[in-house]
C-alpha cells in the first residue's frame, strides 16, 4: 500500500499526538460500510470509522499512537474528507428545504473550500484544582468520548435501579387491577342474588367486598406512603435528568428513560472530557458540584484546543435568495453524491 503525509487539523501542537498521518486510500467495500453505517447511529458510524481508518494507516511512521480512537473527533474528520475528497472528488451535493420560502434546495459543496481552524499554539500539560485536588487537563480524544459515555450509561442504570426501590408503582398498580376484579366478581354475585330474590345474601355479598376493598385500599395507602416519604431522594435523582418526555413518574419503564440529552447538560460533558484524572464512581455528581469559576478555566482551555472544520457551511436558496446556514453532518450526501 501507498501511504501519504497528512497534516492534521491539531497541527502538532498537542502533547504526545502526532502532527502527521501517513494513510493509505480506503477501499470500495469500505465506502460500502461507511454508507451503510452512515444510516444508523453516530456511534455506529464513528465505530466503523475506527475500524477502517485503522486498516490504511502506517502505524510506525505515523507514531505515538495505534488506534484512530486516540485521535480527536476533528482529526478523524479530516482524515475522512481526505478520504472523500481523494477517492471520489471534492464535490458534495447537498440537499435541503429553504426554511423561508420552502423549496428544495440543491447546493454543490467543495470540501476543499470549507475553512479549517487549526491550534495555534503549543499545548501544555496544565493542572488545575478543584476542591484541594489537582486533576490534569487534556484534549479530549474518542477513547475518553467512549468511556465517559460508558460511565454515564452505568450511571443512569444505578439511578434506575434505586428509583425502583423508592418508586412502589409496580406494587400499586397490581392492587388496582386486584381491586377491579373484587369489584367485578361482587357485581356478578349480585346480579344473580338479585334474581332468586335472596336480599339478605346480597346484603352479606356487599359487607365481604368492602372488607376486601378497604384491605387493598390500605395497603396502596402505605405503598403511597412509603413512595411519597422517600420523594426528596427521588427528587434528588430525577433532578439530574432530562426528563422532556415524560408526563409523570411511572412513564419510567427502564434506564434509557432518564435522558441526559439536554443542550446544558451536553454542554458540562464537553467542558468535562478536558479533565483527565476525574472520579469515575459519581461522575454526574462530581460534573454538578464543581465550583463555577472553573468554568472560566475548563472555557478557556476549550477555545484554546479548538480545532477541525467549520461546522455548517452558508449556502444561498435559488429561489428566494435568503442565506442560509446548512449543517455539515456526516449524511448519505458524502457517499451517494
Ligand atoms: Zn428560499
Redesign the pocket.
Known amino acids: 500500500m501507498t501511504y501519504y503525509k497528512v497534516e492534521l487539523s491539531s497541527n502538532g501542537m498537542l502533547p504526545n499526538y502526532p502532527r502527521f498521518i501517513w494513510i493509505g486510500y480506503i477501499l470500495l467495500k469500505h465506502w460500502k460500510d461507511l454508507y451503510i453505517a452512515s444510516k444508523g447511529s453516530s456511534d455506529a458510524f464513528e465505530d466503523v470509522l475506527t475500524g477502517v481508518l485503522d486498516s490504511v494507516i502506517d502505524w510506525d511512521k505515523t507514531g505515538f499512537i495505534k488506534t484512530s480512537d486516540k485521535l480527536t473527533l476533528p482529526d478523524r474528520q479530516k482524515l475522512f474528507f481526505w478520504q472523500r475528497i481523494n477517492c471520489k472528488g471534492p464535490e458534495v451535493t447537498l440537499l435541503f428545504k429553504?426554511?423561508?420560502?420552502?423549496?428544495l434546495?440543491e447546493v454543490k459543496v467543495d470540501l476543499t473550500t470549507i475553512n479549517e481552524d487549526r491550534i495555534k499554539q503549543k499545548i501544555k500539560n496544565e493542572k488545575i484544582e478543584i476542591n484541594d485536588v489537582k486533576y490534569n487537563l487534556k484534549v479530549p480524544v474518542r477513547e475518553d468520548l467512549l468511556k465517559l459515555n460508558k460511565l454515564l450509561n452505568e450511571y443512569k442504570f444505578n439511578a434506575f435501579k434505586k428509583l425502583s426501590n423508592y418508586l412502589y408503582i409496580n406494587e400499586i398498580e397490581t392492587l388496582n387491577s386486584e381491586l377491579d376484579r373484587v369489584n367485578n366478581r361482587t357485581n356478578v354475585l349480585i346480579l344473580e342474588k338479585m334474581k332468586s330474590m335472596k336480599t339478605n345474601e346480597i346484603e352479606e355479598i356487599k359487607k365481604d367486598a368492602n372488607t376486601k376493598r378497604e384491605e387493598i385500599k390500605n395497603k396502596i395507602q402505605e405503598y403511597q406512603n412509603k413512595t411519597d416519604s422517600s420523594l426528596k431522594e427521588v427528587n434528588d435523582i430525577l433532578g439530574k435528568f432530562y426528563l422532556k418526555q415524560l408526563n409523570s413518574i411511572s412513564d419510567i419503564k427502564s434506564y434509557k428513560d432518564l435522558e441526559f440529552d439536554d443542550p446544558y447538560t451536553n454542554y458540562l460533558v464537553s467542558l468535562i472530557l478536558c479533565i483527565e484524572n476525574y472520579p469515575e464512581e459519581n461522575i454526574v455528581n462530581f460534573m454538578l458540584n464543581i465550583p463555577g469559576n472553573i468554568l472560566k478555566i475548563l472555557e478557556q482551555y476549550v477555545s484554546l484546543i479548538y480545532h477541525g472544520f467549520e461546522k455548517s457551511v452558508k449556502t444561498e436558496?435559488?429561489?428566494?435568495?435568503?442565506t442560509?446556514f446548512r449543517k455539515l453532518d456526516l449524511t448519505p450526501d458524502f457517499f451517494l453524491t
Open positions: 429553504c426554511g423561508s420560502c420552502g423549496e434546495n436558496c435559488v429561489f428566494c435568495k435568503d442560509i
